[in-house]
């Protein structure tokens, strides 16, 4: 038997609008416009006024852009986790975004932000054949929010086209930008949908996965 804890950072909270900015608080700013990998973005951090002075040299879990956007990298929470790890003398294995700790214990660290992005709030408004999931239930799987936690190393990637009879193999090289990349994480809206499921839906999920395997 083992324990899955999600663990999220609050002390900076993530938002998609600028407009929600606080300027007397450290947050993050959603940012999709340095190409990262699908359902991944890179995560600015919005400073206070006061401390507008920063550097990669003091702090070493950001990158400056030349724009003079500053981003987090993924391993600030890797320090913060190691750091932990000395503290209570605990070894953990990474893997990425899931961290297993002394075989009993699977945590994943996280940011949580309060407004969905367009891509999930179609969900909402698509048909839903079977009333599922049920009106009242909406509301509640809005107010979960979605987190964003660190990604593995990006793969190579492969398209076929059958037209023209060409292979075409994309290869991701592993640089800095790696560090900048977040993926979207729904893994408490998705563990409420599973809630909400008949009987007989549940037993068509099984079967499902049985003819999968």
Same mark, same amino acid.
């Given at each position: 038997?083992?324990?899955?804890?999600?663990?999220?950072?609050?002390?900076?909270?993530?938002?998609?609008?600028?407009?929600?900015?606080?300027?007397?608080?450290?947050?993050?700013?959603?940012?999709?416009?340095?190409?990262?990998?699908?359902?991944?973005?890179?995560?600015?951090?919005?400073?206070?006024?006061?401390?507008?002075?920063?550097?990669?040299?003091?702090?070493?879990?950001?990158?400056?852009?030349?724009?003079?956007?500053?981003?987090?990298?993924?391993?600030?929470?890797?320090?913060?986790?190691?750091?932990?790890?000395?503290?209570?003398?605990?070894?953990?294995?990474?893997?990425?975004?899931?961290?297993?700790?002394?075989?009993?214990?699977?945590?994943?660290?996280?940011?949580?932000?309060?407004?969905?992005?367009?891509?999930?709030?179609?969900?909402?408004?698509?048909?839903?054949?079977? /009333?599922?999931?049920? $009106?009242?239930?909406?509301?509640?799987? &809005?107010?979960? #929010?979605?987190?964003? %936690?660190? @990604?593995? /190393?990006?793969?190579? $990637?492969?398209?076929?086209?059958?037209? &023209?009879?060409? #292979?075409?193999?994309? %290869?991701? @090289?592993?640089?800095?930008?790696?560090?900048?990349?977040?993926?979207?994480?729904?893994?408490?809206?998705?563990?409420l949908l599973m809630f909400?499921?008949?009987?007989?839906?549940?037993?068509?999920?099984?079967?499902?996965?049985?003819?999968?395997?």
């Open positions: 038997m083992d324990y899955d804890y999600l663990e999220c950072h609050r002390e900076l909270t993530v938002i998609r609008n600028i407009a929600d900015r606080q300027f007397e608080r450290w947050q993050l700013l959603v940012v999709t416009d340095m190409a990262p990998p699908p359902q991944c973005c890179c995560l600015q951090w919005l400073v206070p006024v006061h401390s507008i002075f920063l550097t990669e040299c003091t702090f070493p879990y950001c990158h400056i852009d030349a724009h003079g956007r500053v981003f987090m990298k993924k391993n600030r929470l890797k320090m913060f986790i190691a750091e932990s790890g000395k503290d209570f003398g605990v070894d953990f294995i990474n893997h990425c975004p899931l961290l297993a700790i002394g075989g009993m214990v699977d945590m994943v660290h996280a940011f949580r932000c309060a407004k969905l992005p367009e891509d999930i709030n179609y969900f909402f408004r698509r048909p839903k054949p079977g /009333h599922w999931p049920r $009106t009242k239930f909406l509301t509640q799987l &809005k107010d979960t #929010g979605i987190f964003f %936690v660190w @990604t593995a /190393h990006v793969e190579n $990637t492969t398209n076929w086209d059958p037209c &023209k009879h060409l #292979g075409t193999l994309t %290869v991701q @090289t592993f640089g800095n930008t790696q560090e900048l990349y977040w993926r979207l994480y729904t893994n408490l809206m998705e563990r909400d499921l008949t009987i007989t839906q549940m037993k068509v999920y099984v079967i499902m996965k049985i003819i999968r395997k």
